[in-house]
């Protein structure tokens, strides 16, 4: 902590959702200084740094963190919970929050030496990563010689260490497999190329190596993950057991909620004093066609958000019992790339019922707005590949297109 403020949990004999109810309650009490803050990250394009310690002092780093190393250690319901309220305040500081707590959990999959180099040293590490393979390992004496570029990674100008993807080549120069290489931030350069509609306190800029050694215990295969197949020693830690693709999936979607929650509490609020412009209405509240849009967007907001915690909830009991098989895991593929359009569809439904207003500067519902469509875009949620994905394990065809399922 920038303060050395503590904020660990005393797990004792408190339950679950005892400590999921105190870090989401945690995350709500920072609304506020996020809806302070937003305009101004924004503006900057980076989180301002009252924001980031905020977090942190919070736990949010620290969600899925083992508890060997002072972390919470929850599972991905809580990381969903907190960052869909985070979201309510302000969607990019959701992200980063979440991108930084799911990497810390992915670096988690990594040999325990590698585990060791990241939180033993530094219990308040903060791991960003890139699982795109846009980087290229050669094989060295006792690891690889790692060269790349990685876009997008959100919250990089907070981090101390990154996961990227890179094709790693044999002797021979032939590729041998995909992995994530875990590699400290120091020995990184950050570019500032996130120029975007959305988004933009994210900071999702460029991060470039070249020529960095990764040794062999901080290189994930990617392939063997997407099966399950991790190098960390077995422990009593089922939440390292969680599955790879679904895992990374899934938690992109709690900040999409949130942003969609706090544009239907927007549009509520004001429809009370609201006009109708050209209508004998004072207050849109009293249109019946106020009403039915509104209903509209808060039915689509529920479908998402059912369609996202149920398989949520499977991802974790999954953990702790039978491993997800393959038509499973592209089943929530699916869901979570439907889920997010119907976040963009009650986004657009809820401005299209505020009207013109909604798009002045000092309005929240144009940050909002740019924020999903922002978001929802991202590779891990592109509605398509999920859809064809699930189809194809519907109709029984074994053709494997991703291996971020």
Not at 85 to 107: P, R
Not at 172 to 199: N, R, Y
Not at 340 to 347: D, K, M, R, S
């Amino acid at each position: 902590m920038a303060n050395g403020t503590s904020f660990t949990i005393t797990e004792g004999e408190r339950s679950e959702q005892d400590v999921r109810a105190e870090l989401v309650g945690r995350a709500t009490a920072l609304q506020p200084l996020l809806r302070k803050h937003a305009a101004a990250g924004e503006k900057d394009r980076v989180l301002p740094v009252e924001v980031v310690d905020a977090m942190a002092e919070s736990g949010v780093f620290r969600l899925l963190t083992p508890k060997r190393y002072g972390g919470s250690q929850t599972n991905l319901r809580t990381l969903t919970e907190v960052s869909e309220v985070l979201g309510e305040g302000d969607g990019s500081a959701a992200w980063v929050g979440m991108i930084i707590a799911v990497t810390n959990w992915l670096a988690c999959l990594f040999p325990d030496k590698a585990q060791e180099e990241v939180f033993g040293a530094d219990p308040d590490a903060r791991t960003t990563g890139v699982a795109a393979p846009t980087g290229v390992g050669e094989r060295v004496a006792g690891g690889w010689r790692v060269s790349g570029k990685w876009s997008y990674s959100s919250g990089a100008p907070f981090a101390t260490w990154a996961a990227v993807g890179a094709l790693l080549k044999d002797e021979s120069g032939a590729i041998s497999d995909q992995a994530l290489a875990l590699i400290p931030a120091s020995d990184l350069t950050f570019e500032d190329t996130w120029h975007t509609v959305g988004m933009k306190a994210t900071a999702s800029g460029t991060l470039v190596g070249r020529d960095v050694f990764v040794p062999e215990h901080r290189v994930l295969s990617v392939p063997a993950a997407a099966e399950g197949v991790y190098p960390r020693s077995a422990r009593d830690e089922t939440l390292y057991d969680s599955a790879f693709g679904p895992m990374l999936v899934l938690c992109l979607a709690g900040p999409l909620l949130g942003l969609g929650s706090a544009a239907l509490t927007a549009v509520r609020e004001a429809a009370a004093t609201k006009p109708l412009s050209f209508t004998v209405y004072d207050s849109q509240a009293d249109s019946v066609g106020i009403q039915m849009q509104v209903a509209e967007a808060a039915l689509k907001l529920e479908s998402a958000r059912l369609l996202v915690y149920r398989a949520v909830d499977e991802v974790d009991e999954a953990a702790a019992g039978e491993p997800l098989g393959l038509a499973a895991r592209s089943h929530i593929r699916a869901r979570a790339g439907f889920a997010v359009q119907q976040v963009i569809e009650a986004v657009s439904v809820l401005l299209n019922a505020h009207g013109a207003s909604a798009f002045t500067d000092d309005n929240a519902l144009q940050r909002i707005w740019r924020d999903v469509n922002v978001a929802a875009r991202h590779a891990g949620l592109v509605p398509g590949v999920g859809l064809e994905v699930y189809g194809k394990s519907l109709l029984g065809v074994s053709e494997r297109v991703s291996l971020m399922l």
